[in-house]
């Protein structure tokens, strides 16, 4: 063959496809961490939003010191470690993150209401024996017995409960000179108290005071002695007056030794029958006091005596 005849070689290549090394899916993580802080980022400006300015505060207080370990944070939420410890419980913001949590939080929301009721309870009975004193004031404004002593009647709110005291002055006492006897004046005014006392629902308590004049009768009869004896006079009156005996709670003398004018105990005003309705409170401690006083004490096993148990009223106010 000739030259213009031969076959033309023809040459084929194939290349070889390069593969690329596998990357992995690291871009995955990195997309999963993008999207959490974007979300945590409108979170965060939806509670900026909806929150007041004290939830922002304690918001941003969080974020400067989330850990439990103690901050000077002056307004972060509260924390088991203190100011500026993590907080142990949801923002509230208008009941929007008021999650349940179980019957856990059932149970410490019985326990921090319960103090709530007890204060309730408490401003309620204050406000009825403020009624009372504003009832009893009217009733001694409109009484003709009552109207020549209405400077010896004295009335105020103390922690046990509504007092009304019947104090001694100089040109008109209560009893006789060292004695327990009614004046009849004071045995009229007793009467009237009894009928305003009978309508009430409170028990009373009866005390008797005297100055700080030293008193010495027979067979060491002392102002203690005197003091008792005038409550129990006092209650007697009561009684007569038309009182019911189940609502005397105590009678008690304390001589001097609660003065109504402190800077001078000689003063008349400091012998004076002091007769408390006493707040529900008041009334089951003294209940209780007269029951621990009535159980049977065990026979002792060391040489420690049992000391015996004091009721104490509380301090006049010094005019």
Do not use: C
Request: no cysteine; proline share 7%; net charge neutral.
């Amino acid at each position: 063959m000739s030259e213009q005849g031969e076959e033309q070689l023809i040459i084929v290549r194939r290349g070889r496809r390069q593969k690329h090394g596998h990357h992995g899916g690291a871009w995955k993580v990195a997309y999963a961490d993008f999207v959490t802080a974007m979300m945590a980022f409108f979170l965060v400006m939806w509670l900026i939003g909806v929150g007041t300015k004290q939830q922002r505060a304690a918001i941003a207080e969080y974020f400067k010191n989330p850990s439990m370990v103690q901050g000077n944070a002056t307004m972060a939420p509260p924390g088991k470690m203190g100011p500026g410890g993590a907080s142990d419980s949801a923002i509230k913001l208008g009941g929007a993150m008021d999650i349940p949590h179980g019957p856990g939080k059932d149970l410490r929301a019985s326990r921090s209401a319960a103090p709530d009721v007890e204060k309730l309870a408490r401003e309620q009975e204050k406000a009825r024996l403020e009624n009372l004193m504003q009832q009893l004031h009217a009733a001694i404004e409109k009484s003709q017995a009552l109207a020549p002593f209405k400077d010896q009647l004295l009335l105020d709110i103390t922690p046990e409960g509504l007092r009304i005291q019947i104090v001694d002055k100089q040109n008109r006492p209560m009893f006789d000179t060292g004695s327990a006897t009614l004046e009849p004046y004071t045995v009229a005014i007793l009467h009237e108290l009894a009928s305003f006392i009978g309508q009430a629902p409170n028990k009373i308590s009866i005390s008797g005071h005297t100055d700080d004049a030293p008193y010495s009768g027979e067979h060491g009869y002392s102002n203690w002695e005197l003091s008792a004896d005038r409550a129990n006079a006092a209650r007697r009156a009561l009684l007569d007056g038309g009182l019911v005996e189940d609502k005397i709670a105590r009678v008690v003398g304390l001589a001097a030794s609660v003065p109504f004018d402190k800077v001078v105990p000689s003063d008349p005003i400091n012998r004076r029958i002091s007769i408390i309705l006493m707040t529900k409170q008041a009334q089951d401690a003294a209940l209780s006091q007269e029951e621990a006083q009535a159980a049977p004490i065990p026979a002792p096993t060391s040489n420690i005596v049992p000391a015996a148990v004091v009721m104490a009223t509380a301090t006049p106010k010094t005019p």
